[in-house]
């Protein structure tokens, strides 16, 4: 009797694991079915969701906005317990949201994830009991549908693939912050829908050769700062790292290099706001990007991003809690702090050494230029010791403020405000009061065309209280609220990625009211004769600077800017604090 149960019971197991693998046959990819050397498109992606969605209730896959395309972003929910009320799940669940295609062409990821949703579903991997995935199944939707094969010019396949650029022909990945695209608005409204606690956007590229197939750029952790920083770096990603190699998965930091050797010592990339995982981080969620390395098989560089997210599903499973009561602490420290830290730059005094796994490389003439060019020896592998500069510091520090106050005419800066989920009230009456102001004092700006703007860097300002007319509908904003670091890096003119710097403001920048000179002769004459320290000054600048001394117009000019006929909007930032 005790045979025949176990029999039966052997059976089962036996029916059960065909039944899984007719499953995983019945919904195999089109990268499976071209045995690893396609990658699917944007409508065989989609369909391969629903088909999914329709067969088992654990997945959900929902249309959620627009993109420049005219073709809809999609979000796909696995959850084992079919709940995809957000708002619940968060509650328990580690939620981890997975960015495929932002550029469009580095498709590793849209098939691996259209793998691990598969696996999960047909529980060929063991499904987790905490943590919740979502999928933005391809992005770049726009870059998808301009499918090519030869722009990717140093890739190792996939035969056809997408472009980089977006239907208008923007990087996704610096869009973050001036938000221009359609797609990079409803990007925002999908990562405030769904709080991940982890964000992973999946990449491909290469600066140098070597024989990691994965990279990881994990968002900088001094910039995270706080014991979340600590859990990143001291723990997360060693786990992550370790976890891979058991499995022959060696991974190493992104090597932010081009046409230099790694051996060499390299730094850590700085994901500023701008970028995805920079944006993310505003917000405390830990993110990172898969960098596969472009030179690899594209069958490896999948299955090798398949492998890195089912690990980090285990990291959820085991540190779900510890993550989100570090992100809850870490936004409430953030909230009693009195100064805030940005423009961060290596730290010189600290570094780290990995043991590398590259080639040995040469400098030979080029047959094309004469030149001397690098040449990578694949037969010549190596691992040595590689300086890694992987720690920062702030290059700048401000007092936050209670609030900022923006005049109702600037409309935009309101939009991408709401569309963040930021907090303001608007002024009842028009309110006389007194505010920290910034002029702008000096900035540089590109003289090439970058995503769309001129942006400006290197930007100073000084600071003065004043009193301002305020009027009804102008915003208050206040600082003590979950937003709190996207305003600071926003409204900051300083700050690298702000409003300032890509160019939202630059109707201040151009002066609007002149004089005449053979007009303001004589007025300028009175304003020196009425103003005993202004002529004083005036005559130290000539003696001082033998320009200026040289140049009627500038002095004249000098004057004008020193009297109450200059115009007081020229350069006068139009955003002002409220101190605490």
């Not at 151009?510 to 053979?518: L, V």
Request: glycine share 4%.
């Amino acid at each position: 009797m005790k045979r025949f149960l176990l029999f039966t019971v052997l059976l089962g197991f036996l029916s059960c694991e065909e039944k899984q693998e007719d499953l995983v046959v019945n919904f195999q990819t089109h990268f499976e079915h071209s045995k690893g050397e396609e990658t699917a498109t944007y409508d065989q992606t989609i369909a391969f969701y629903i088909e999914l969605a329709k067969e088992f209730p654990k997945l959900n896959i929902r249309t959620i906005g627009e993109t420049d395309s005219g073709f809809p972003l999609h979000i796909v929910t696995y959850n084992p317990e079919g709940d995809f009320n957000f708002q619940k799940i968060r509650e328990d669940k580690t939620i981890i949201l997975i960015n495929n295609g932002i550029h469009a062409g580095e498709s590793d990821g849209i098939d691996a994830t259209m793998l691990l949703y598969r696996d999960l579903v047909t529980e060929k991997l063991t499904p987790p009991k905490n943590t919740v995935l979502v999928t933005i199944p391809i992005y770049n939707v726009g870059g998808a549908l301009n499918r090519n094969a030869t722009t990717r010019v140093n890739q190792n396949g996939p035969k056809s693939y997408g472009f980089r650029g977006n239907a208008k022909n923007y990087d996704l990945n610096r869009d973050f912050i001036k938000t221009d695209s359609k797609n990079a608005r409803t990007f925002a409204n999908i990562f405030h829908l769904v709080q991940p606690d982890i964000f992973i956007d999946n990449h491909v590229s290469n600066g140098a050769d070597y024989q990691y197939v994965l990279t990881h750029l994990f968002t900088q952790h001094n910039k995270l700062g706080n014991e979340l920083g600590d859990y990143l770096h001291n723990s997360m990603m060693p786990s992550l790292e370790a976890e891979l190699t058991k499995d022959n998965w060696d991974i190493t930091p992104y090597v932010n290099v081009f046409n230099e050797v790694p051996e060499n010592g390299f730094s850590q990339f700085m994901d500023h706001p701008r970028y995805s995982t920079g944006y993310t981080t505003l917000w405390n969620t830990l993110g990172m990007m898969v960098e596969t390395h472009m030179l690899k098989p594209y069958k490896k560089r999948v299955e090798g991003t398949y492998q890195l997210m089912v690990k980090m599903i285990a990291i959820a499973e085991k540190d779900g809690k510890k993550i989100k009561t570090l992100r809850k602490e870490t936004l409430a420290n953030q909230l009693k702090q009195e100064m805030y830290y940005h423009n961060w730059q290596i730290d010189t005094s600290k570094t780290s050494t990995l043991q590398f796994k590259g080639y040995e490389a040469d400098t030979i003439p080029s047959e094309i230029t004469g030149f001397p060019r690098l040449k990578y020896d694949r037969e010549k592998p190596f691992t040595k010791e590689v300086v890694y500069s992987n720690y920062f510091v702030p290059l700048d520090t401000i007092k936050i403020p209670e609030a900022y106050l923006v005049k109702k005419e600037w409309s935009k800066v309101i939009d991408l405000l709401g569309l963040n989920n930021i907090n303001y009230t608007t002024l009842e009456k028009d309110t006389l009061l007194t505010v920290e102001s910034y002029r702008i004092d000096d900035y540089k700006t590109r003289t090439n065309a970058y995503e769309g703007h001129y942006p400006h860097y290197e930007t100073s300002v000084s600071m003065s209280t004043k009193k301002i007319q305020f009027y009804k509908g102008d915003y208050l904003i206040p600082t003590n609220q979950i937003g709190m670091r996207y305003i600071l890096e926003t409204l900051e003119p300083e700050a690298m990625d702000s409003f300032f710097n890509w160019n939202f403001f630059d109707t201040v920048l151009q002066q609007k009211e002149d004089f005449s000179p053979y007009v303001f002769e004589e007025v300028a004459l009175e304003v020196l004769k009425n103003n005993d320290s202004l002529k004083l000054e005036f005559e130290l600048k000539k003696v001082n600077d033998l320009e200026f001394s040289e140049n009627w117009y500038a002095q004249l000019n000098w004057i004008f800017q020193h009297s109450k006929h200059y115009e007081q909007a020229h350069l006068q930032y139009p955003i002002y604090r409220l101190s605490k």
